[in-house]
């Protein structure tokens, strides 16, 4: 229901071409989270009616919040990226 991969430099075109493709054949699939390293930054892609998919982009720190429809649950980014980034004051939006 719920993919999440933290982008590494190696593997970021990868995760993000043939992996993700390979992703969204899954028909259970109905949210996936690309999560850099190097900035508070996610991509969330949302599964829509047929075979289209929504991406949205979050960069906000303070205010964004991620809805995932598959948990019912939502994330705030400004929480997520403090787990992820090694330096997460360094990384807050301006």
């Known amino acids: 229901m719920l993919i999440i991969e933290i982008l590494s430099e190696f593997t970021e075109r990868h995760d ?48 964004d919040t991620l809805e995932l429809g598959s948990t019912q649950g939502a994330l705030r980014l400004g929480d997520l990226c403090a787990r992820v980034l090694p330096d997460a004051t360094d990384a807050m939006a301006p």
Do not use: M
Request: aromatic share 10%.
């Open 16 to 63: 993000r071409g043939a992996k993700f493709a390979h992703y969204r054949a899954l028909p259970t699939l109905q949210d996936s989270l690309l999560i850099a390293r190097t900035e508070c930054q996610v991509e969330h892609c949302t599964r829509q009616p047929g075979i289209h998919w929504r991406l949205t982009d979050y960069r906000n720190w303070d205010d």
